[in-house]
């Protein structure tokens, strides 16, 4: 069930900051005209409204979905979503994604669903999409480094998704892979890069509260590329290298994942990598953080600011030992 909790400083749609450049970054660069004539959920895009580099396909009949906000959130501009993000398959600068990611073809794309289920199967992107409502739901995103943003991403529930494939009872945990393809993610390319495919994963029950979020746009329109196009997960409790982006492959396994990240440097990044302002990262505090738009920091908070809908799925677990 979705859940809604609205409050009188909530921004409406109509509201979301136009795309004016920020702080003069580069401009967001042209690479998802692949998906001009893409359909998501039956819903055939318009055409966008506005011009020049970054006009992507326009998401129709787009339902109002999870929004909560404080007062000192505004929502992040579009430029700077999708000019400034972290996504090594286009290289390990801030910038790279939106100058590399023009490569990726996001058309056709399958995802394989394998693993301890009753339905698993090769499944093209439009058939796994089309029986979901698309929605907009509001988020706060935290990165591990300490800088964040507020993003309309539009999407769907994970749990729903999931449910489709009837997970066996013996699966305990569900593992997301991402594209392997260094021809068009020439960070893949880079020996001292990470280990490909990027792997994550959840436990079920996680990965079944209805925060957890599959999104395939962002701002009313398809998904760029630089931000993991076409499909990918948004967790907003966790540390933004949790929400797996360009996902190829969603198995159910029954022993916990080996994500890549701790897989790399164990000290540092955790399995769970739950938003927590008391468990600072061996080389950097997390207890404030800056909001991409800012000047100033401002505190960070637990979960997220998400704990009334995800502790509990926490009870009895020490946060500072389970990072």
Not at 180 to 195: C, Y
Not at 260 to 279: C, D, L
């Amino acid at each position: 069930m979705l859940i809604r909790i609205a409050k009188a400083s909530d921004p409406a749609s109509s509201e979301i900051t136009p795309r004016s450049v920020y702080l003069d970054r580069r401009t967001f660069m042209a690479g998802t005209a692949g998906f001009a004539t893409l359909t998501l959920g039956g819903c055939k895009p318009k055409a966008a409204t506005s011009s020049g580099p970054g006009t992507n396909a326009k998401l129709a009949d787009v339902k109002e979905g999870y929004r909560k906000l404080g007062s000192a959130d505004t929502l992040t501009t579009y430029d700077a979503v999708t000019s400034y993000n972290n996504f090594y398959e286009f290289g390990t600068d801030k910038e790279d994604p939106a100058k590399e990611a023009h490569r990726l073809k996001p058309r056709p794309w399958t995802v394989k669903v394998d693993g301890l289920c009753n339905k698993p199967g090769t499944i093209d992107f439009d058939d796994l999409i089309k029986p979901h409502a698309l929605e907009e739901r509001i988020f706060r995103l935290r990165c591990v480094e300490g800088w964040s943003m507020v993003i309309p991403w539009v999407g769907f529930s994970l749990g729903d998704l999931l449910k489709g494939f009837e997970p066996q009872g013996s699966a305990k945990f569900v593992q997301f892979e991402t594209l392997v393809r260094p021809a068009e993610m020439i960070g893949q390319k880079d020996a001292f890069s990470l280990k490909w495919p990027y792997v994550e994963g959840l436990r079920m029950d996680e990965a079944m509260n209805p925060l957890a979020t599959v999104a395939v746009g962002l701002y009313g329109e398809v998904l760029p590329n630089q931000n993991g196009a076409p499909i990918r997960v948004v967790l907003p409790w966790k540390y933004g290298f949790k929400s797996a982006k360009s996902i190829v492959r969603i198995s159910f396994v029954e022993k916990q994942p080996e994500n890549t990240w701790k897989v790399m440097q164990s000290r540092e990044y955790g399995f769970y990598s739950n938003v927590n302002p008391s468990v600072d990262h061996p080389r950097w505090s997390q207890k404030t953080e800056r909001r991409i738009g800012d000047f100033r920091r401002r505190d960070t908070l637990m979960f997220n600011g998400y704990e009334e809908e995800v502790a509990s799925l926490y009870a009895g677990m020490d946060l500072k030992k389970n990072f």
